[in-house]
């Protein structure tokens, strides 16, 4: 490479001591839950006075599932929006829309060349997304997801990527994935860490604490929505499942409790011994009165940006504006860097 090829593109920000860099996305396929916020987006706020940051609504992952084209554009903005009204900050961090940057697609297929199939069959995503279906009827964006996601990362050579634990296995393939290139056809990538926290790394279902909470889950009462009315969080909280016995406390004996406990520790910041001290002698309608006041009043500040947002979108286009030339100027160097490697001829 020559010095001048290694020189930072004018519109990439210049990054004078090198803070660690992280990448992260959500697909904007549906109601959007406390499992993302507290799984994903809280967490990505505050790796912002740390870290250099790309936080990215990944379209293109959520058509692996067929969506309805207006519910798609929707949700693509609602999610966006939901970063901003969280806390992520578009002038200190890169908020684009994957679909925007088209060189995610492009690595992906060379990524593609080097990705072998009995590794992705072995995805438990894939398994969980694919039980029961013949190959038949499998497309094909379902089996090759995570390279679009090992894509996502590597281009912006991300040191790190918070994700909630079901995705920690698409980042080690995204590990096992850069290593290979890098071998094979010398460096290019960074090798990146997942980033997993303890607490709210995996919220589960209110109605079944074996089951993740999740969008497509079945039943309303199943999650907590992001703009779910005060009475409405309430409600749910109020009527989760709960284990035998009395005693607040968490434990594997104790799933639906535990799941209450952390979602009550990732909201307040107490940490979890000291939750259950307080609840000694009380019982589970105790606890899950106080949840609900904790929940509601952590997510009214959330909900009423989010509505600010809404009423003007010009925020919300003009930091997607922003983050796509941005993160397009760093991901063209890497593209450029891969291209190379690979032995494409440069475009005259
Ligand atoms: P997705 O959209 O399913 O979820 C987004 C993030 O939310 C976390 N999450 C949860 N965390 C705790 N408890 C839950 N119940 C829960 N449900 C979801 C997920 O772990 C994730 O961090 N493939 C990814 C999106 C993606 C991505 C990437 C992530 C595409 N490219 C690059 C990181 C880096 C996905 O489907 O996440």
Redesign the pocket.
């Known amino acids: 490479m020559s010095a001048a090829a290694d020189k930072p593109p004018q519109n990439e920000p210049p990054r004078p001591e090198r803070r660690p860099r992280v ?5 904007p ?1 549906g109601t959007l839950h406390l ?2 916020y ?3 987006v809280k967490n990505w706020v505050a790796m912002q006075d740390t870290h250099d940051c790309l936080y ?1 609504a ?1 379209d293109l ?1 959520a058509i692996t599932v067929r969506q309805q084209r207006a519910e798609l554009r929707r949700n693509t903005i609602d999610l966006v929006n939901l970063f901003l009204a969280s806390g992520v900050d578009p002038e200190r961090s890169i908020v684009f829309v994957q679909s925007h940057v088209p060189a995610h697609t492009e690595l992906m297929w060379i990524l593609n060349t080097i990705t072998y199939m009995g590794e992705l069959r072995r995805m438990t995503q894939f398994k969980d997304k694919t039980a029961g279906a013949e190959g038949e009827s499998i497309a094909v964006g379902i089996f090759d997801y995570p390279v ?2 090992a894509a ?2 590597l281009l912006y050579r991300a040191d790190a ?1 918070p ?5 920690k296995q ?1 980042v080690e393939l995204t590990r096992d994935v850069a290593e290979r290139f890098n071998k094979a056809f010398g460096k290019a990538f960074v090798v990146p860490e997942p980033i997993i926290r303890t607490e ?5 279902s209110l109605d079944d604490p074996a089951k ?3 969008k497509s889950a079945g039943s309303e009462n199943s999650y907590v929505a992001v703009m779910d009315a005060p009475d409405v969080i309430r409600r749910k909280i109020r009527r989760a499942v709960t284990d035998s016995g009395t005693e607040v406390r968490g434990g594997p004996d104790k799933p639906a409790l535990s799941n209450l406990l952390d979602i009550y520790s990732a909201f307040s910041g107490d940490p979890l011994d000291e939750i259950v001290r307080r609840y000694e002698g009380k019982g589970y309608a105790d606890l899950k009165a106080d949840l609900g006041e904790v929940v509601v009043s952590a997510l009214a500040p959330i909900q009423v940006r989010i509505r600010e947002l809404e009423a003007d979108t010009s925020y919300t286009l003009n930091a997607l504006h922003v983050g796509a030339e941005r993160a397009e100027a760093i991901a063209a160097r890497t593209l450029a860097k891969v291209r190379e490697r690979v032995g494409l001829v440069p475009r005259p």
Do not use: P, Y
């Open positions: 990448f992260s996305g959500i697909q396929s499992g993302n507290l799984g994903a990215c990944v992952h679009l996601m996502d990362i990527v994700v909630g634990e079901d995705q698409h709210g790394a995996r919220v589960m993740k909470m999740s």
